[in-house]
């Protein structure tokens, strides 16, 4: 970037994540110097934080206007359309669910992932409901310790996977970027998919795992291919719908994670006792 704050600016998210690494290597390389700086961006974090919850909490009477304006302007038919749109996200939920976790464990961790998905099931439905990683956090780490998992490997891997680990907001940006595309008769190319792609890994990383977020994020996406972020009203009233999937797509890939480094662990344990 030409500057560090023309990115923020901008809301070009490619720049700012750049900016965002070099910045936190910066911090990290200087010690305890950068230590304060890192201080001060974390409080930063926070305030900023506690902002967007204020806006999220009167989000639905925007919301609710928002789609009034949508359906006057589309007709009916946009009701069927939004259904479709949730019908393709929740097939990629789940087939990313029972594919790539379920795999994981399988091999993994030679755990049997019927009983990985058993075992889990508390917790995931716990963020079905609240449709937040971090209330969902205790259940998570009860179910993960029932399953075998070390408390002192699932204390430190899910707090941190409800930070970085976001597959489901991933899966679920990628598929609401799309629709508003088509939405506004924008054909994207190759290159705009590709861009989606990374995007919405990226941007999922730095989502934080309260409800709602992830469709905050989503605008720096549509940003990043030129489509209108205005769009974004036209998923705003169902992205709750959208939210509860990704939710529980997320604590499970937390939960993933935290079965296989504890059977890591119990390995390493193992050998250093032969």
């Given at each position: 970037?030409?500057?560090?704050?023309?990115?923020?600016?901008?809301?070009?998210?490619?720049?700012?994540?750049?900016?965002?690494?070099?910045?936190?290597?910066?911090?990290?390389?200087?010690?305890?110097?950068?230590?304060?700086?890192?201080?001060?961006?974390?409080?930063?974090?926070?305030?900023?934080?506690?902002?967007?919850?204020?806006?999220?909490?009167?989000?639905?009477?925007?919301?609710?206007?928002?789609?009034?304006?949508?359906?006057?302007?589309?007709?009916?038919s946009?009701?069927?359309?939004?259904a479709?749109?949730?019908?393709?996200?929740?097939?990629?939920?789940?087939l990313?669910?029972?594919?790539?976790?379920?795999s994981?464990?399988?091999?993994?961790?030679g755990?049997?992932?019927?009983?990985?998905?058993?075992?889990?099931?508390?917790?995931m439905?716990?963020?079905?409901?609240?449709?937040?990683?971090?209330?969902?956090?205790?259940?998570?780490?009860?179910?993960c310790?029932?399953?075998?998992?070390?408390p002192?490997?699932?204390?430190?891997?899910?707090?941190?996977?409800?930070?970085?680990?976001?597959?489901?907001?991933?899966?679920?940006?990628?598929?609401?970027?799309?629709?508003?595309?088509?939405?506004?008769?924008?054909?994207?190319?190759?290159?705009?998919?590709?861009?989606?792609?990374?995007t919405?890994?990226?941007?999922?990383?730095?989502?934080?795992g309260?409800?709602?977020?992830?469709?905050?994020?989503?605008a720096?996406?549509?940003t990043?291919?030129?489509?209108?972020?205005?769009?974004i009203?036209?998923?705003?009233?169902?992205?709750?719908?959208?939210?509860?999937?990704?939710?529980a797509?997320?604590?499970?890939g937390?939960a993933?994670?935290?079965i296989?480094?504890?059977?890591l662990?119990?390995?390493?344990?193992?050998?250093?006792?032969?």
């Amino acid at each position: 970037p030409d500057s560090f704050l023309k990115p923020m600016v901008d809301a070009n998210m490619l720049p700012l994540i750049v900016t965002s690494i070099l910045l936190g290597a910066g911090v990290l390389a200087a010690g305890e110097k950068g230590a304060m700086v890192g201080r001060a961006i974390s409080s930063m974090t926070e305030v900023i934080m506690k902002i967007m919850m204020m806006i999220i909490k009167i989000t639905p009477i925007g919301v609710f206007c928002l789609m009034i304006n949508v359906v006057a302007v589309n007709g009916a038919s946009i009701v069927g359309t939004l259904a479709l749109v949730i019908g393709v996200a929740y097939i990629g939920y789940f087939l990313h669910i029972v594919l790539v976790y379920g795999s994981s464990v399988k091999f993994l961790s030679g755990m049997n992932p019927f009983k990985f998905f058993k075992g889990i099931a508390p917790a995931m439905i716990t963020a079905f409901t609240t449709t937040s990683s971090n209330a969902t956090l205790p259940v998570n780490m009860e179910c993960c310790n029932k399953l075998g998992a070390e408390p002192e490997v699932s204390s430190f891997v899910l707090p941190l996977g409800a930070t970085i680990n976001m597959d489901g907001t991933a899966i679920y940006q990628a598929v609401a970027a799309v629709f508003i595309a088509s939405c506004y008769g924008i054909d994207l190319t190759l290159s705009q998919m590709a861009m989606i792609v990374l995007t919405a890994t990226l941007a999922s990383v730095g989502t934080a795992g309260v409800s709602g977020a992830g469709m905050i994020m989503l605008a720096m996406v549509l940003t990043t291919i030129g489509v209108p972020v205005e769009g974004i009203a036209i998923i705003a009233g169902v992205d709750k719908i959208f939210d509860m999937g990704r939710t529980a797509l997320n604590i499970t890939g937390d939960a993933t994670c935290a079965i296989w480094i504890s059977k890591l662990e119990q390995k390493k344990k193992a050998k250093q006792a032969a």
